[in-house]
């Protein structure tokens, strides 16, 4: 069976897959009316396939009348073949429901019709019967997922199946539209049609989805609207895929219903998945050269004499050390902050009461023992703010902090033993 698969493109970028593959869209919902899901469950909004035929299917219509349990079909119209038949993308809900359905069903009645079984389609009656001959579709997956069952069906592991191509796979199914008694709005469903798994998918799971190759001969016969009744060649599409599958273990977390992650079709041992606690333990990626990075990041300065000016001016330029610096690089003291200094200086009073008469021109070259005399202000204030900034350390023995010793001269040629610890 197929009971989970993986639809986690746009809509419209799925229009352009078809097209590629000379599968003409004549019409296609918005991205925001299809969902888009790694783990795409019976209930959700898929892309649908179809030919452009009316809600009644191909053919003629028909008029249905209940008969106690048995449905008569009495043809009353016979519309003439197209001479060119249109092809669209249509949003429609999985699990279908049949047309004749009076009231919405539960979550449990439409998990019964999400699958179509091959051998069931063989017979001319059954619930499928109508849908088969009127209303055949393709439903849109980029793969699908199957678990495969160990110790006796007490651990499962769920696998995901895509073409080796990475081309998007076309299902094989039925749709039908259904308006419930009382109600105006009408609802489109569908159903995959599963048969035999092939050789390849044989160790998972004994039935897989009919898989029909890309724009093919055998899309077109069954999506052909002129063929509105069953027949054997239609009945020879369904048969295992042919072409080459690929099938690798996956996340566990796909197997609850509302998980969602591009990771769900990654393998578990891919060194892509996140998931993957070897990928936790393993190495980082080797850098590139120093050399070689050097290269690629340095532009090239020796061509740009002007730029090479400016480098040697910016070099001539006064530095201070600076102790906020991180790498204990000198700083550069710009021309305004020396010229702020001086001024302040030179408006302060000194001891006697007179007032510095400093030249502060900038055009005067400063003497290093001016400069020297102008940082020094600056210096004397950030040693005082790193002493006032320091952790202060409490005494063992004692609530104040002690005074610091200052030795004292002997005057006899004696001193107290303290005093030769004090350097």
Same mark, same amino acid.
């Not at 591009?262 to 120093?290: D, H, M, R, T």
């Given at each position: 069976?197929? #009971?989970?698969?993986?639809?986690?493109?746009?809509?419209?970028?799925?229009?352009?897959?078809?097209?590629?593959?000379?599968?003409?869209?004549?019409?296609?919902?918005?991205?925001?009316?299809?969902?888009?899901?790694?783990?795409?469950?019976?209930?959700?909004? #898929?892309?649908?396939?179809?030919?452009?035929?009316?809600?009644?299917?191909?053919?003629?219509?028909?008029?249905?009348?209940?008969? #106690?349990?048995?449905?008569?079909?009495?043809?009353?119209?016979?519309?003439?073949?197209?001479?060119?038949?249109?092809?669209?993308?249509?949003?429609?809900?999985? @699990?279908?429901?049949?047309?004749?359905?009076?009231?919405?069903?539960?979550?449990?009645?439409?998990?019964?019709?999400?699958?179509?079984?091959?051998?069931?389609?063989?017979?001319?009656?059954?619930?499928?019967?109508?849908?088969?001959?009127?209303?055949?579709?393709?439903?849109?997956?980029?793969?699908?997922?199957?678990?495969?069952?160990?110790?006796?069906?007490?651990?499962?592991?769920?696998?995901?199946?895509?073409?080796?191509?990475?081309?998007?796979?076309?299902?094989? #199914?039925?749709?039908?539209?259904?308006?419930?008694?009382?109600?105006?709005?009408?609802?489109?469903?569908?159903?995959?049609?599963?048969?035999?798994?092939?050789?390849?998918?044989?160790?998972?799971?004994?039935?897989?989805?009919?898989?029909?190759?890309?724009? %093919?001969?055998?899309?077109?016969?069954?999506?052909?609207?002129?063929?509105?009744?069953?027949?054997?060649?239609?009945?020879?599409?369904?048969?295992?895929?042919? @072409?080459?599958?690929?099938?690798?273990?996956? %996340?566990?977390e796909v197997g609850k219903v509302g998980n969602n992650s591009?990771?769900?079709?990654?393998?578990?041992?891919?060194?892509?998945?996140?998931?993957?606690?070897?990928?936790?333990?393993?190495?980082?990626?080797? %850098?590139?050269?120093?050399?070689k990075l050097e290269s690629k990041a340095m532009p090239s300065?020796?061509?740009?004499?002007?730029?090479?000016?400016?480098?040697?001016?910016?070099?001539?330029?006064?530095?201070?050390?600076?102790?906020?610096?991180?790498?204990?690089?000198?700083?550069?003291?710009?021309?305004?902050?020396?010229?702020?200094?001086?001024?302040?200086?030179?408006?302060?009073?000194?001891?006697?009461?007179?007032?510095?008469?400093?030249?502060? %021109?900038?055009?005067?070259?400063?003497?290093?023992?001016?400069?020297?005399?102008?940082?020094?202000?600056?210096?004397?204030?950030?040693?005082?703010?790193?002493?006032?900034?320091?952790?202060?350390?409490?005494?063992?023995?004692?609530?104040?902090?002690?005074?610091?010793?200052?030795?004292?001269?002997?005057?006899?040629?004696?001193?107290?033993?303290?005093?030769?610890?004090?350097?």
């Open positions: 069976m197929c #009971g989970r698969y993986a639809l986690g493109i746009r809509a419209s970028f799925v229009r352009h897959q078809l097209q590629d593959h000379g599968m003409p869209v004549d019409e296609a919902p918005e991205d925001d009316e299809v969902r888009q899901s790694y783990n795409f469950a019976p209930g959700y909004h #898929g892309l649908v396939y179809r030919a452009d035929v009316p809600d009644y299917g191909a053919g003629p219509r028909h008029i249905n009348r209940e008969h #106690g349990q048995q449905i008569v079909e009495e043809p009353i119209e016979q519309i003439e073949n197209r001479s060119e038949t249109r092809y669209k993308l249509q949003a429609m809900k999985w @699990g279908l429901v049949p047309f004749w359905t009076k009231r919405n069903p539960d979550y449990g009645a439409v998990m019964k019709t999400i699958n179509a079984r091959d051998d069931s389609l063989a017979e001319n009656r059954g619930m499928w019967n109508t849908m088969k001959q009127k209303k055949r579709c393709i439903i849109v997956a980029q793969g699908f997922f199957e678990w495969l069952k160990k110790n006796g069906g007490k651990e499962k592991i769920p696998h995901y199946v895509k073409r080796k191509d990475d081309q998007l796979m076309c299902f094989a #199914g039925l749709w039908d539209c259904v308006q419930y008694d009382g109600a105006e709005e009408k609802h489109y469903t569908y159903t995959i049609i599963t048969t035999d798994s092939n050789k390849q998918l044989k160790f998972l799971h004994d039935r897989m989805p009919v898989i029909l190759e890309n724009g %093919s001969e055998q899309i077109r016969t069954w999506l052909d609207p002129n063929r509105y009744a069953w027949s054997k060649e239609l009945q020879a599409l369904l048969k295992p895929f042919e @072409g080459e599958l690929e099938c690798y273990p996956v %996340s566990q591009p990771a769900f079709i990654v393998p578990v041992a891919s060194s892509e998945n996140k998931s993957n606690i070897a990928n936790f333990f393993s190495g980082p990626k080797a %850098s590139p050269k120093k050399g300065l020796a061509k740009d004499e002007n730029l090479k000016d400016a480098i040697k001016k910016e070099d001539d330029r006064v530095t201070v050390d600076g102790p906020s610096t991180e790498d204990n690089a000198p700083v550069p003291v710009p021309v305004s902050e020396v010229s702020r200094l001086k001024r302040e200086r030179e408006n302060t009073e000194s001891e006697d009461g007179m007032i510095g008469t400093v030249d502060v %021109s900038p055009l005067r070259k400063i003497p290093k023992s001016e400069l020297k005399s102008a940082v020094q202000t600056t210096d004397e204030s950030r040693e005082i703010a790193k002493m006032q900034n320091k952790k202060k350390t409490r005494s063992a023995t004692s609530n104040r902090t002690t005074a610091k010793i200052t030795p004292s001269k002997a005057s006899d040629g004696s001193q107290r033993i303290t005093n030769f610890f004090i350097k």
